[in-house]
């Protein structure tokens, strides 16, 4: 529950509400964009408030997500969340019920609409799969942007040298050290309608979560983003349940710590590479720190 300490530093605080278009002077925020994080000290603990949360959605998140013909980019889709979930088999077993990551991902094929039959024929076809490997490639994009690219190949040289060529073509490079600018950390999201900024904070703190965000996915739909510690992600979607809101997906994610500001022909650059990356078979997905200049 939370604390009357804690209560008061929220309600005096006033957070800006989650969609506006007049700009609020805030505390500064975290980032690399030379902000430092407020805190809130008190009995319970403490919960940062992101910059993406503060801003309003990120616009980068429109910019990245290169749309094309629907059929095609539907069934990229499905070929994404067939080798993830053959990666959550290889790593626990094909029985939802005893495979936390198979399970949520299950959960998000069916909030995309994915066929049962297709799910099911995924998860028997990773049983079967011939053995491959997984590898996190560690890169920099246009403005220097940190990128991981999780990759799942039964031919490492292969899949190395067809990141190294579409990086060189799109004014990127491998990179080590750019997991630094990345946590592994849960991730719960769930409609951002009818819940203020205050409500999203304080729904935060008694679900147990570190961090709250805005954001806007492939379909334009703003959401919220719960961040929360690995161990804690089963109690803090049973609790966010709980408090009345709907989750549609809940996972594990590498969550930027350091935010990297483009311009928007380096976000432009930047979204060409990204696409091209993950349009590799071999790509599960790709990660990025990028932040609109705005």
């Not at 749309?67 to 993830?84: L, N, S, T, V, W």
């Not at 930047?270 to 696409?275: C, G, N, Q, T």
Request: hydrophobic letters at 35%; aromatic letters at 4%.
């Amino acid at each position: 529950m939370l604390g009357l300490t804690l209560l008061r530093a929220l309600r005096t605080q006033r957070p800006p509400r989650l969609v506006g278009t007049v700009p609020v002077r805030r505390v500064p925020l975290s980032g690399s964009c030379g902000l430092s994080p407020p805190c809130w000290t008190g009995p319970v603990r403490t919960l940062r408030l992101s910059t993406a949360f503060c801003a309003g959605h990120n616009k980068w998140s429109k910019v990245k997500h290169i749309k094309g013909p629907k059929d095609e980019a539907r069934g990229k889709i499905i070929a994404k969340f067939g080798m993830m979930i053959r990666i959550a088999v290889k790593e626990g077993g094909s029985n939802p019920e005893l495979n936390i990551n198979l399970a949520n991902l299950v959960e998000q094929c069916r909030s995309k609409n994915i066929p049962k039959a297709s799910i099911d024929a995924a998860i028997k076809n990773a049983e079967k799969a011939k053995p491959a490997s997984q590898h996190t490639f560690e890169a920099r994009g246009p403005g220097g942007c940190a990128l991981l690219i999780e990759t799942l190949t039964d031919n490492n040289t292969r899949t190395h040298q067809e990141i190294k060529r579409l990086l060189t073509k799109n004014r990127g490079t491998l990179s080590d050290g750019a997991r630094h600018n990345f946590t592994r950390m849960g991730v719960v999201m769930a409609p951002a309608e009818n819940v203020s900024a205050e409500k999203a904070l304080e729904m935060a703190i008694e679900a147990g979560a570190e961090d709250v965000q805005e954001t806007e996915e492939e379909e334009e739909k703003l959401q919220l983003k719960f961040v929360c510690a690995v161990s804690d992600l089963n109690k803090v979607r049973g609790s966010l349940e709980g408090l009345g809101l709907h989750i549609t997906s809940a996972g594990l994610e590498f969550v930027t710590r350091n935010h990297s500001c483009l311009d928007q022909e380096q976000m432009e650059a930047a979204s060409s590479l990204i696409e091209a990356l993950t349009d590799l078979p071999d790509v599960v997905r790709v990660w990025d720190n990028i932040q609109a200049d705005s």
